[in-house]
Structure formats: C-alpha cells, structure tokens
C-alpha cells in the first residue's frame, strides 16, 4: 500500500520501519500481539503526524511492553494507569497524539475506574485494547473478559463470575469512536487503526488476540478461514449486515430485537436487512449490536460499531483558559500576589 | 458614660455557634480588619467534620480563633480572652478552652429550654451562677437584629441570618477597629442581592452602635500596630499559600502548572484555589481517584508541566505505586500531603504529623524521594516553591508535608518581590547527539526529554533501565547501580540546602528539635520559658530528606535533644536509628496542635524546674 505521506506530513516521507524501534521483541512465538504491533507500524506514517509527536503509553501486561517496540515517545506505566497517566500527558502537551497500549486486565479490571472516567471525558487519546479473555504475564488467570465457566489456573472448577463486553462499556461510558478488530485480519485492523487515528476524541479499539500458551483459539472460530464467515459480520457504514460463506444469511431488526435471517430461503431479501450506521446518534442500536458476540448463534461484529463528534476534554480546557485569559489578560506575579486584600507596612 | 480605652499587648478571640451561623466568616472578615489595621495575627478555624449537624446540638459547634497582637506572634494563641459564644452549645464546648477572667459575649436569645436541651444543660448556665468569675455580656442578639433591621424587605429567617455582622459590629467597637473593609467586602458579596447587602451591613453598624451606646460595654481596647518589616503583606491561609506558591514557581520556570487533584479535607482549597487561575494557563485536572491524580502528574511532567498533586494521608497512601514510578522514571512531580489525623478516615478535619514515616518510607522497593515540611502558613508559599525547584531541576518526585493546622490557619505573608525569589532553572534536552535517557550530570540529574523534541523519541517506564541507556535492564549489577544512582541523586539534594540553623541560647543543654507546624508553638514557648530562666537552643527542620548536611554536629553539641511532634515519635525515631542520639520525646496525638504551655511545661521540666505544676 502506497503511504500518501508527503500530504501528511510535509518534508517527511516514513515507513513501517521508521516506526520500529532497535529493541528486540519479545512475545512469545505466534502472539498475537506481532501482528497488532505489525499492523500500527504499517499505518503510522498515515496518521499524519511527525513521529516525536507520537506518544505511546501503556500499563501493565504483554500488551503494555508495546511502547519499547515503537520508536515513537514511550511510557510503559504501572497496572491499570495507562489511561490516566496518557490523560496528562495529552493536556499537559494537546499538540501530542497519544495512544495507549493496553489489555483486558489493564485496562478493565485494575485499571476499569480511570478507563471509564477517560471514556466520560471524551479525552482525545486513542485506546488500542489487546483483549486475549486471559492474564498472560502473569501465566494464566482468567481476567475480566474470560467466557463464565472458564477453566483456568485460578479458577480450577471454572469462572463464576460473568465477563464484560469492552464495547457495551466504552460506549455507555462516552467513548466517541467504539471498534473492534481481529489481530488475524491485517487489512481490518489497519484500517480501524488509521480510522481511529482521525478521530477527534476518545477513540477505543477492542482487538481480539490470540494467546497460544494460555488461551489457544480463544477466537479460533472467529478467524480461522472456515469458521470465520459464519461467525463475524463486518460491520461498513451504509452497508446491510451480511454474513456466512456466501453472503448468505443477514441480520434484521425486529423491533428491537436482532433476527438471523436465511437470504436464500425465499422469504427474505436483502433488503430486509439492518443497514449499518455508524453515525448514529442514538446508541441504542450500537447496544443491540455490541450485544451479538453475547448472543448464541449470531455472528461477531468488527468493525465500528458508532463514532460521532462530541466536545472532548482538553479542546474544552484549553478553550476555557483562552477565554478567560481573554477576559483578564494573562496572569502576572503582581495580579496574583498584590490582591484587594493587601496592606502596607511602613 | 464615658467609656474607657484600655492598650492591651495581645488578645486571642474566639467566635463560637453553629455550623450555619457563619462562624467562619465572621472570623475571617474579623481577620482581614485586623490585618489591614497591622496586627501580627495568627488565626486557626476549627469545624466538625459533618457539614451542618443538628442546629443547637454539641457536635455542630464550629469555631474560629484568632490571636492579634502588637508584637511578633507564631500561634492562634492557646487559651481566648474573649469568647463570643451564638448558643448554649457553643457556651458548653468552649468553656473548657478559655482564660478563667475571660469575656463572654453570648446570645442570650438563643437560651431558650430547647438549646439548653441540646447543650445538655439542666439548668441555664446564666442564671445558675456556674459562670461567676467571667464576664459575661448579655446580647439579645436575635432581637437586636431583627429591630435594626425593621422595614427591609426580607423574611425574618433571611433576617436572623444577619446575626453574626450584629456580633461582629460589637467586636469591631470592642477592639476599636473600623468597620468599613466588611462593609466593603459585603458589596462585592452581595453585589446581585441588594436587600441582603443592605441587612448585613445594616446589622453589622447597628452592633457597631449598640457597643458604642448602651452601657453594659465599659471598656474599648487598643491593640496598637505591630511593629513588622517593611513592606506589602496579605493574610494566607497554608492551602492558599500553597496554591500561590506553585503559581510563582510555574512563573519562575516558565513551566505550565499542572496540578491532578482529587477532593480530599483538609488539601481540597489547594484544588480550589489553583482552579481559579485558568489566566495563567494553570490545569487542574480533578480525577477520578486519588490514584489518578498523582499518574495524570507524572503524564504532565513527561509533557514538560510543572506537575503536582495534592492529597491528605490516605491519598497518599494510594498514590505510592505511582510514587514509586515516578521515583523510577525520575521525572519530577510534588505531592503535597496536607496531614490529618489517621489511620483510615481518622480525624479528617483535624491536625496531626503522623505521615511523615510514610512520605519517608511508604513506597515499596528502595524509593528514596525528597521531603519538606513547611513551618506556618505563610511558609507553605516558600516551601511549594522550594519544593517545585527541587522537583524540576533534580528531576525528582518530592513530597511536601504541611498540615490541617497550616492548611486553615493563617497568617500575614510579607509579599516578596518576584525577582528575591530563587530562579528555577530548566534545561530540556534538545540535542539528538548523544543522547542519552539515563546519561547523569555531577548530580545524578537524567536529562528531561520531552516529546515533541525531534530526534529524541525514547522510552521510560517502570522496570529497571540500563544505566546511561536507559534500555530494560534486568542485570544483576546494573540493579544495585541504579539503586544507588537514584539513593544518589537524593542525597546530593543536599548540597542545594541551607545548613540547620540553632536559635536561641547556643549554650544550652537543651536542643528542641522541631519540624513542621510545631515551629511557632516551640517558638514561643522558648521565649515565655527564657522570660522565667530557663534557656534553650531551637532547631527547625525544613528539610527532611535529605537533612540538612549540618545536622549531625548540631545535635552533637547538646547533652540533650527533644523532639516536640504531634505523632508518636516519628521525627524521634528517625533521629535516633540514623544518629544513634537519645531522643526526650514529647508527643501528641489528640488532633490539636500543640499548646505553647504544654511546650512551655516541658521544656521546664526536662530542665529541672516545675514551672508552678
């Protein structure tokens, strides 16, 4: 794919490789996150931005080493922090992009209250979430987005506990540009990447990950080349939700609730079928959406479930300080100090 | 009759009721006249935790002392001469507190069975003859008000709200002090409310009047100006201080202030008052957590901010895995912990000095930080300075401690001039060649990169670094290098402080060693026990990691040293371990500061007098 970086960024023509750091990555083999990690250096030289402006921060666990790999501005924090320590560092500095690196333990059990508080704020950072539904660093507990009945080393007889759905939260929480991805489709997760990286706003990317030494297939049917047009609908704006080998099966809405639909049984037509908006500014039909990887028997959406334009944090903060030193003028050490308040002594 | 003026040297006053009878205003509006007519004053308001408890009842008492005086004073004064007192429950908790002849204004309308109830009073304390020996001034307050007020528009509870300015115009006649800064204040107040404007200063000259006419005031006195160095002064509170002091350092470096924050009693004003300041581009970003605040610093200070949090004991304690990360990135950040009394909720709105081994050794791992302490509310202003200079130009988290105590108390602050305060220098790297992130100066100072600065993208975090390159490390040697790099770094802080200084008689056998908010109640106490013979050398300590590189051969020249703090021997403890000195501790935790005579006492016992006990 040709980058059209000159428009981008003037005087500067980068590659997938000016992107890559010298340290050596250390997944384990067959990670997911190589291609997560493959797919962002791709698509940086098209987020238009000159690469020390560029800052990657992230928490705790195998996502979170992301940072050391991109040779960008990098923050690799403490568990559960990244959005909060990336919340700093977009105001302190707005002319930054910031990215945070982070996974389904990170980002919603430790770190849940800074993750739905940066959603409420519409903090203009970008939330790439590696979701493998496992804990890997610290070799096999299940987290938060682990299936209920899970087997894993913490939970011998299986989870009890029911899993979030990362989408379902972001959007109720406020983020302004909600995705999913698979880190087994290069080309879908390239685009959620560049698309997330225009978005003005809180901009959060679930992207489902492989973890072949705790988690093996865990969304083996959702990206093996059989299995996957039956169970994934992509979701395009404009476009009819169509699904299986053949394009056969689609979805429509019955109310408010969601119907598998047979094309070819002569009943339905295509035209029978929900056609996807991603602007919607009612998020009830993202809900009725985001609830189908819940759903036995119904595909799993990717793509963007809803993105729309909302005042974001730091472009409201910085706008108020405009406005009030406008008002008032910039601060001097004599307006602070020398109040009505003040007597001499002589 | 004629009235007579009597010239006192020093008053301490006390405004008493509950928790909606504006107490604190009263006092503060008292405060600013008597700074502006040039009293050495020292104020401290105290308030129950609960915003507004039942009306009349014991626990919803709050109160606000101010001590003024002619000469130079370091304390709002230990017991009150005069005690205005808005109900019997406010009678009933004061009492205890005031001198034995002191004055006590009450209101005597607000005796009735049911506030006596309240009080717990079986029988009326004004009638029953258990306040003999004061003197009591009656006021029908309620009435006197609501007949000054005749013919303004307003309901006759927005009426009696007016209350406090009635006792507050009595007290200005009382202290001979003019009443027009109030007045003037209350315009500005009730700018969009005239009728409530006009009560308030209706009421507030009618008391005026009152003191002046009616015949059970005998007495005015004069408290004549104190004789302070020359200048510009302004009343601060520490949280206001503290604010304007990080404000100034946000000027001195050209750095932005940033400040993460989340509401905590008694370091909320901090927040609040930083808030105000969006013209001088400061940020406070209230967070969701505690822990948040202190991590949208450290991102701030990775930006290139001035980046602070504030908090109270036990923010701070949800903050130290941060800490720790900011110890480990070395990227300055302040934390100013405002103390209270602990553990847990404790005593929120109450004194105490029991972080200071947290602030010390809190954080998990070796995690050396620098902390300060700040001695009375105006010096939260130079010591935030301080503290912001230490940060940035060592690259360094450090950790500011006051107290509830210097957060509500107050004081005049004598205005420095922009350019007598100390320049902080900041130095971002800019040059690609030969960068390095954990590349040192001759003080262990890593070179701040900020993103933006092309050439230099690199990446911190919280695992160890290789030293000079700063690429994860996990070398055994490399670790205990870095240990010490960062044990370094603090340590050489210290070449950047002034030396402990000894007041008083230098001969002694007695060194009081004091930090923080004991500074003015030692002060004083020394003096009251010089005046009575005993003499006795002071030490304040400022700074408390690293110490000051004198500190071993001060303490080395007394027989022997006590430590006044509100704790159980924190301070004591850590001179003790690292000096090997006996230590005579004198310890309080009752979330009081200490009182000049309870330091008074001691330091005459130790010295083997009895002072009268």
């Known amino acids: 794919m040709e980058n059209k970086i000159d428009e981008l960024v003037p005087g500067i023509k980068y590659s997938a490789k000016d992107f890559a750091s010298d340290v050596d990555v250390k997944w384990c083999p067959g990670c997911g996150d190589y291609s997560i990690l493959a797919q962002v250096q791709r698509t940086s030289p098209d987020f238009g931005e000159r690469k020390e402006n560029i800052v990657w921060v992230s928490g705790i666990g195998c996502s979170s080493r992301f940072p050391y790999y991109m040779n960008t501005f990098g923050f690799h924090s403490i568990h559960g922090r990244a959005a909060a320590i990336a919340t700093g560092v977009k105001l302190a500095n707005p002319k930054l992009q910031v990215w945070v690196a ?42 938060p987005t682990s299936e209920k009945g899970k087997v894993t080393k913490s939970s011998p007889f299986g989870t009890v506990d029911w899993p979030f759905n990362a989408i379902k939260l972001a959007d109720s929480a406020g983020a302004t540009f909600i995705a999913r991805s ?18 003005i706003g809180m901009a959060f990317i679930e992207v489902y990950q492989n973890c072949p030494i705790f988690n093996d297939g865990a969304f083996a049917a959702l990206t093996e080349k059989d299995s996957k047009p039956d169970n994934v609908v992509i979701l395009e704006h404009g476009k009819p939700l169509l699904f299986g080998a053949n394009k056969n099966k689609g979805i429509k809405l019955d109310g408010l609730n969601p119907v598998i639909i047979d094309l070819n049984d002569g009943k339905h037509s295509i035209s029978d079928c929900w056609v996807h908006d991603e602007f919607d500014d009612n998020p009830t039909r993202g809900f009725i959406l985001a609830r189908f990887s819940d759903l036995p028997g119904f595909p799993t959406p990717i793509g963007v479930f809803r993105q729309f334009k909302k005042a974001t944090y730091d472009g409201d903060y910085y706008s108020q300080i405009a406005h009030v030193k406008k008002q008032k003028g910039s601060g001097t050490y004599e307006k602070l100090m020398f109040t009505s308040n003040t007597w001499e002594v002589n | 009759m004629a009235k007579t003026v009597q010239v006192v040297d020093d008053v301490t006053v006390r405004f008493a009721g509950d928790s909606g009878d504006g107490m604190q205003l009263t006092g503060s509006q008292f405060t600013d006249t008597t700074a502006i007519v040039g009293n050495d004053l020292s104020t401290l308001p105290d308030f129950p935790a609960e915003i507004r408890a039942p009306a009349g009842s014991l626990s919803g008492v709050s109160g606000f002392q101010l001590h003024f005086s002619s000469s130079d004073i370091q304390t709002p004064g230990d017991s009150p001469d005069v005690l205005v007192a808005m109900n019997p429950a406010a009678l009933k908790v004061n009492l205890k507190d005031i001198k034995k002849n002191a004055t006590i204004i009450v209101n005597t309308n607000a005796f009735d069975a049911k506030n006596l109830r309240l009080a717990n009073y079986e029988t009326n304390p004004l009638e029953d003859g258990s306040l003999a020996g004061y003197n009591v001034i009656q006021v029908e307050l309620n009435k006197l008000t609501m007949a000054a007020l005749e013919g303004i528009d307003l309901s006759v509870k927005d009426k009696d709200k007016c209350k406090n300015f009635f006792a507050l115009g009595i007290m200005y006649w009382m202290y001979n002090r003019p009443i027009e800064i109030t007045l003037k204040w209350l315009e500005t107040k009730f700018k969009k409310k005239p009728e409530i404007l006009e009560a308030n200063q209706k009421a507030l000259q009618a008391g005026y009047n009152y003191g002046d006419t009616t015949e059970i005031f005998t007495t005015r006195y004069d408290v004549k100006p104190a004789k302070l160095p020359k200048g510009v002064y302004r009343n601060v509170s520490g949280n206001e201080a503290a604010a304007l002091g990080f404000i100034t350092a946000s000027l001195k470096s050209g750095l932005p202030l940033f400040l993460g924050s989340y509401p905590i009693t008694p370091a909320s004003e901090i927040l609040q008052e930083l808030s105000k300041y969006k013209d001088f581009g400061v940020i406070t970003f209230q967070a969701e957590d505690e822990i948040s605040g202190i991590c949208s610093a450290i991102g701030a200070s990775y930006s290139g901010s001035l980046a602070i949090t504030s908090t109270s004991g036990p923010g701070l304690s949800l903050k130290m895995e941060a800490a720790g990360l900011a110890v480990m990135t070395e990227l300055p950040v302040v934390i100013i912990d405002v103390q209270r009394g602990g553990p847990s909720t404790g005593l929120p709105t109450k004194t105490e000095q029991a972080d200071l081994m947290q602030a010390m050794y809190g954080r998990h791992g070796e995690a050396p930080v620098v902390v300060l302490a700040a001695q009375s509310p105006a010096d939260c202003f130079y010591m935030s300075i301080e503290a912001a200079k230490i940060a940035l130009e060592h690259m360094i988290p450090v950790i500011l401690l006051t107290d509830g105590y210097l957060a509500f108390g107050s004081e005049p602050l004598k205005i420095p001039k922009l350019e007598e305060l100390p320049g902080i220098k900041i130095n971002f790297r800019k040059d690609p060649e030969g960068f390095h992130p954990y590349q040192r100066d001759e003080n262990f100072v890593r070179p701040w990169a900020i993103p933006g600065t092309p050439g230099l993208e690199h990446r911190i975090g919280g695992l160890e670094k290789k030293d000079v390159f700063g690429n994860i490390s996990y070398e055994p040697a490399n670790h205990e290098i870095m240990t010490n790099n960062r044990k370094n770094k603090v340590e050489k802080v210290a070449d950047f402080i002034p030396d402990l200084v000894v007041e008083g008689e230098q001969e002694s056998e007695l060194l009081i060693l004091t930090w923080g908010s004991t500074y003015g109640a030692t002060k004083e106490a020394i003096r009251n026990a010089k005046l009575k013979g005993y003499k006795t050398a002071h030490a304040h300590l400022k700074y408390i990691n690293p110490f000051p590189k004198n500190i071993g051969t001060v303490l080395n020249k007394f027989k022997k040293i006590m430590i006044p703090e509100l704790n159980l021997g924190q301070m004591a403890m850590i001179i003790k371990s690292r000096f090997l000195k006996d230590v005579i501790q004198f310890n309080k935790v009752q979330g009081q500061p200490f009182k000049v005579a309870e330091i008074e006492n001691k330091i005459i016992e130790v010295l083997g007098g009895s002072n009268g006990k």
Do not use: V, W
Not at chain 1, 105 to 124: E, P, T, V
């Open chain 1, 102 to 143: 982070t996974g389904d333990g990170d980002m919603l059990s430790i770190g849940g209250n800074h993750f739905i508080h940066a959603c409420r704020k519409n903090i203009n950072l970008k939330i790439l979430m590696f979701n493998n539904r496992i804990y890997g660093l610290t070799k096999g507990q299940y987290s």
């Open chain 1, 182 to 199: 698979l880190d087994r489709d290069p080309k879908h997760l390239q685009e959620m990447i560049t698309r997330a990286s225009k978005h």
